[in-house]
């Protein structure tokens, strides 16, 4: 028989730890690897170096004078114009003269404060939302804001109901149109998709078929089939010879529907990771249907969902650029529009870049915004 | 036997009469007649796939039947989601793998039914709640989350649980089956308390300790039906099928 001493604990063997051990696995562990790295170096060789040049080296900034928050800030004495710019750079002037357009399109001058006073507020939502987490009532506070901010964005941007002179839809234009179909697209879409996974799931036949049936014809048609249809198709239903229901609803009827199916996929996904052991205790205890599903499978289907659902979310914000085949003016479309002006023909590489960094910055950010949503409300893991 | 005594003065809680269940072709149930008293322990006991846990399931309707009456407290069980309800209510179920709520806290897991379906208000669902949770030993462990807590804490709080709403039955399916030998004896701890309150119970289990110590009946289930039916003594003692003889040798050689 033995008997052991007790062993110390230790903290693990410092290894080689540094720059050139991260490179050596990382980048050059095998010959493969190394011929990897090699290419990819050559090609960032060959296009980074003249992607700076046309952004920054040869480009313009003489924007003028700009007033910034009070302070005149100078770039030049006069703005570039579109044919001193030159054609080696960009040319920035151009962006800086239709930033208007880029922004809000068509909306008029005197009353921008309304759509400014709307992307504050997002801006605020996405703050307060982590901030609330330990708050009593954390779930109250998100509920009402997510109710209440869609009510005053859209008496803000849209006007009427005697309070604000009205603004008509075809005026949206712009990063403020491109806000409007993706945040309307997602948050009328989400209670229809969540609807829909539940009705897929149904033990009632008829439900079960009817979202079946739509879930897997919306997934099959392509957005853009959907949008003509809503277009052109939903008003013969809707109002028979009549032309007038607007046009941006009748395509945000059509986004919200197409975005239901997929979130309705993305939270069938969730509900089926659920265990059967949770829907049985709750019937044990005597919930009703509409309760188990609210406070016990949602609450925790949805959390695994959540980056499936940015995922999706994101995917239809960039589809948002498609309403420009139905002549709605969305950011992206403000690229042709702007650049028909005949003084600054031929500017289309700086609008579609532009375009490019905003969406990345957005999106990038929305989805690094989610990550950290996530880690913050996951609380049920935690030891 | 004080079994005699409790069958000639109490009135049957659960009357189960011919019943048959099948999972496609499968004859999972058959036959079964079981009559339970108000406040008699009953344990079920068999080989796996025997359709114990699926006896007891059909108790709260978590399994339909295809045939066969079952009456709780009353209530005959059909598909009316009213009468389910109702009878869900009096009859609270204890899982083997616990099935707590893991987004909610521990005593938001017990005031759920009580404040939902029991339309109690928040502050005395609260109050049982601690008072539950301090009977099973665990209150300060109210405001944690049921993934922080030990395999037997998670099932005293299921057992804390199921009580929240005060039950008249309460069913066990296998409820230490999951749990680390050293868990086992403060879950049973627990139920052997519950038994001495007079609250109507049937556990499914192997704890045969248990069964001897507080069973006033133990059911022995194979093949879908009741092979043999005792009280404790006689049960182990003397079993009379040859089916019972040989399961027992089996699980008391160890």
């Known amino acids: ?383 | 036997m004080s079994t005699d005594k409790s069958k000639t003065n109490k009135t049957n809680i659960i009357e189960i009469s011919k019943l048959n269940k099948w999972y496609g072709d499968f004859h999972a149930l058959k036959n079964i007649d079981l009559e339970v008293k108000e406040g008699e322990i009953i344990v079920v006991c068999g080989p796996s796939g025997s359709g114990k846990s699926t006896l007891i399931r059909c108790v709260n309707f978590l399994e339909k039947f295809q045939e066969g009456t079952v009456v709780v407290s009353g209530t005959e069980l059909t598909d009316d989601a009213q009468k389910i309800r109702k009878i869900r209510s009096e009859v609270a179920m204890v899982f083997q793998h616990f099935n707590l709520f893991p987004h909610l806290t521990i005593v938001d897991n017990l005031t759920l039914a009580p404040i939902w379906v029991h339309n109690e208000t928040k502050q005395e669902a609260r109050e049982k709640a601690l008072k539950l949770l301090d009977r099973v030993g665990i209150r300060d462990q109210a405001e944690k989350y049921p993934n922080q807590l030990s395999g037997g804490q998670q099932q005293r709080v299921a057992i804390a649980r199921s009580l929240c709403t005060s039950p008249k039955i309460m069913l066990f399916d296998e409820p230490t089956s999951a749990l680390d030998p050293e868990m086992i004896s403060e879950v049973l701890d627990v139920m052997v308390e519950l038994a001495k309150e007079g609250i109507t119970m049937i556990c499914v289990t192997h704890e045969m300790g248990f069964a001897k110590k507080v069973a006033n009946r133990i059911i022995f289930m194979d093949e879908g039906q009741i092979v043999e039916e005792n009280d404790p003594d006689k049960f182990f003692n003397n079993a009379e099928s040859n089916r019972l003889k040989m399961f027992l040798s089996q699980i008391l050689t160890h």
């Open chain 1, 1 to 383: 028989m033995s008997v052991y001493d007790q062993q110390a604990t230790r903290k693990p063997p410092i290894s080689q730890i540094g720059a050139i051990l991260w490179l050596r696995t990382n980048l050059f562990s095998s010959w493969i690897n190394t011929v990897l790295t090699a290419t990819s170096l050559y090609f960032l060789y060959l296009m980074i170096p003249p992607l700076l040049d046309w952004m920054f080296f040869n480009a313009s900034f003489s924007f003028g004078t700009i007033n910034f928050f009070g302070f005149d800030i100078k770039f030049s004495e006069e703005m570039a114009t579109n044919s001193n710019c030159g054609r080696v750079g960009a040319c920035w002037p151009y962006i800086y003269e239709k930033l208007y357009m880029y922004t809000y399109g068509f909306y008029p001058r005197t009353e921008t404060w309304r759509p400014n006073i709307v992307f504050g507020l997002t801006a605020l939502l996405f703050v307060i939302i982590p901030l609330v987490k330990n708050y009593k009532y954390k779930n109250r506070v998100i509920l009402s804001l997510i109710v209440i901010y869609p009510i005053v964005s859209y008496v803000l941007i849209s006007g009427g109901f005697g309070l604000l002179p009205v603004v008509e839809t075809h005026l949206w234009g712009g990063l403020l149109l491109t806000l409007v179909i993706a945040s309307v697209g997602i948050i009328v879409s989400f209670p229809i998709g969540v609807v829909l996974a539940l009705g897929r799931q149904s033990e009632l036949r008829v439900i079960k078929l009817f979202s079946t049936l739509f879930i897997e014809f919306v997934r099959a048609v392509p957005l853009i089939t959907i949008l003509f249809m809503a277009s052109f198709v939903l008003p013969l239903f809707l109002e028979p010879g009549n032309n007038s229901v607007d046009k941006l609803l009748r395509a945000l009827i059509g986004i919200a529907l197409f975005q239901a199916a997929y979130f309705a996929e993305v939270v069938r996904g969730g509900l089926q990771a659920i265990p059967r052991g949770q829907y049985e205790a709750a019937d044990a205890i005597g919930l009703s249907y509409f309760q188990k599903n609210a406070l016990i499978v949602l609450p925790q289907a949805l959390k695994i969902s959540i980056p499936n659902i940015v995922g999706s979310s994101i995917s239809l914000f960039k589809d948002t650029t498609l309403v420009l085949i139905i002549g709605l003016l969305d950011m992206l479309a403000m690229v042709g529009l702007t650049t028909a002006d005949p003084y600054w023909l031929g500017r289309e590489t700086e609008g579609y870049v532009f375009v490019t960094i905003v969406m990345w910055v957005m999106l990038y950010s929305m989805s690094r915004y989610s990550r950290k949503l996530e880690l913050r409300f996951n609380t049920e893991n935690t030891n």
